[in-house]
């Protein structure tokens, strides 16, 4: 929770002003953040200065490990943070491999369950990390990137938070996750929330002790817009301890994920936080 405190005032102390041209609004923007989670100690790191909705993170953690492209589909699940960018993008609906309503396009899940191959053949990513992982392989390239850039037109958003790279030592799995932008005020702690429960889940489903979780984002900002809420209200509240996160012991491999589990099988003990803020969303 103090990381997330200290990059929000960094943020504002040294930050510049910068014109975010899909948006049309400025943003403070620092460059460069390290955040780092104890999975192994379960210090679930969730915003407690105002309240967060960790469902909905978890929910699109899901939808991004099953490979979706429809934000009908993510909110069956439980969240509705493809809503806009699938139906309210302009660019997106003037996109005539656009399927219609609710269509995502190929970003995220997508890439990393079905990335194209010249031949015309699909690599599911994050299978192979699991099936080396079961079998304890690391062959320092247990990489799961949604990050192709010569697919960037046929989806409504470009991965913000677009690489994961397994470690294996031993029996010790670590996480180390690449966000090249990120929404401070509203998008981190679904970061967060989301680099954390995708190594304990990993680790759980591969039968590995999890360890440390690194998250690194290159640009980091605060919109105009929300400024004046995160200096004035957020950043004058005092944290709360963190919680830990419960998962389904019965979750036992990837086919489980693609099959059964919901947000059920998902707990938050101990959530002590501060009334929510409703900060701007930017499209």
Not at 56 to 66: C, F, K, S, V
Request: aromatic share 10%; net charge negative; glycine share 6%.
């Amino acid at each position: 929770m103090q990381q997330y405190l200290d990059l929000c005032q960094r943020i504002i102390d040294q930050g510049v002003w910068i014109e975010n041209k899909r948006t049309g609004k400025k943003c403070l923007t620092a460059i460069n953040a390290d955040l780092t989670y104890d999975v192994a100690a379960n210090q679930f790191p969730i915003i407690t200065t105002r309240k967060s909705f960790w469902k909905a993170a978890i929910a699109e953690l899901l939808g991004y490990m099953r490979g979706y492209d429809n934000a009908r589909s993510f909110r069956k699940l439980g969240t509705k943070s493809w809503d806009a960018n699938a139906n309210q993008n302009e660019v997106w609906l003037n996109n005539s491999v656009r399927k219609g309503e609710d269509d995502m396009g190929r970003v995220y899940g997508v890439q990393g369950r079905s990335w194209q191959r010249p031949d015309g053949t699909v690599l599911d990513q994050l299978k192979k990390i699991i099936d080396n992982l079961n079998n304890d392989i690391d062959d320092r390239g247990e990489i799961l990137t949604f990050y192709n850039p010569g697919e960037f037109e046929l989806g409504c958003l470009r991965p913000c938070m677009h690489t994961h790279t397994f470690s294996l030592l031993g029996e010790s799995l670590y996480l180390t996750s690449y966000q090249r932008s990120c929404d401070v005020p509203l998008g981190l702690n679904f970061n967060q929330i989301q680099v954390f429960s995708l190594l304990a889940l990993m680790a759980q489903i591969t039968g590995k002790t999890p360890g440390l979780a690194y998250h690194k984002i290159i640009n980091a900002h605060i919109y105009e817009d929300q400024l004046e809420l995160m200096r004035t209200v957020q950043l004058k509240r005092d944290p709360f301890d963190l919680p830990q996160l419960t998962i389904n012991p019965e979750i036992k491999s990837l086919e489980d994920i693609e099959t059964w589990v919901t947000l059920d099988d998902f707990s938050v003990e101990g959530y002590q936080h501060h009334e929510p803020i409703s900060y701007p969303f930017s499209v």
